[in-house]
């Protein structure tokens, strides 16, 4: 009973930690070359980041079924490959956790770059720096603030994720059940005390990952 309890909350951490580490890497390389670059459709590039953000989870939902359903070139590939489908595992949780939180990395990432001076990337050029230097002695530790605001933000949204996740990932007990899919069935049977529970981690949760982020934009 305390291991099927767990099992959601310790499922909901992996996913939203393994979804942060991914969206990191894509968010700051993309977001690192679009602010140097500038290019057609730029804008719409950008805008298609974030809507994700704004979208209604349900959407998301059936846009990953879509994609990776077993219809799609991509499901049928990838189940060639690996010998199954994507859809209802715990990588499909991953996946959906992802996809809503990449748009706060972006524009955190994005917002941090900007806001480096250009002549002090250009001072380092000219003593011989390589373009690897510049962003890793330079632009990382000078946004290193708004690179962390967004991994928090990522994380805690990608830990809440519910309706994407629902769709796409399902909610099977000790497989592929968050603490927001478990609150969900909780009160779907009536028992508000387990709902009780995991609201109570997940608030304690985000709250303890908010705090870090005042304690960060504070120093």
């Known amino acids: 009973m305390i291991e099927s309890f767990w099992f959601p909350v310790r499922l ?3 996913v939203a930690m393994i979804a942060t580490i991914g969206t990191f890497v894509l968010a700051v390389f993309l ?9 057609p459709g730029k804008t719409v590039v950008e ?3 974030v809507l994700p953000l704004v979208l209604p989870p349900s959407v ?3 846009l990953l079924l879509i994609v990776f359903g077993m219809n799609s070139p991509i499901g049928r590939g990838i189940e060639n490959v690996f010998g199954q489908s994507i859809m209802f595992t715990q990588f499909a949780a991953v996946l959906a956790a992802a996809v809503v939180a990449f748009p706060l990395m972006y524009q955190s990432a994005k917002a941090g770059f900007s806001s ?5 990337e ?6 011989g720096a390589s373009e690897w230097m510049v962003f890793t002695k330079i632009n990382i530790p000078l946004a290193w603030r708004s690179l ?3 991994v ?3 994380f805690t949204r990608a830990l809440g994720e519910f309706g994407a996740t629902l769709m796409f990932a399902g909610n099977i007990p000790g497989k592929t059940q968050t603490i927001s899919t478990a609150i969900y069935v909780a009160l779907e049977s009536g028992d508000t005390e387990l709902a009780w529970k995991y609201v109570f981690i997940s608030i304690a949760l985000s709250f303890l990952f908010l705090i870090v982020i005042n304690r960060v934009n504070r120093n």
């Open 122 to 127: 250009a001072a380092a050029r000219v003593d």
């Open 12 to 14: 909901s951490l992996v």
């Open 152 to 154: 928090i933000l990522s």
């Open 31 to 39: 977001s690192y070359q679009f602010n140097k670059k500038a290019f």
């Open 148 to 150: 962390m605001t967004g």
């Open 116 to 120: 480096i001076d250009l002549d002090i």
């Open 60 to 62: 998301l939902g059936f």
């Open 47 to 49: 805008t298609l980041f």
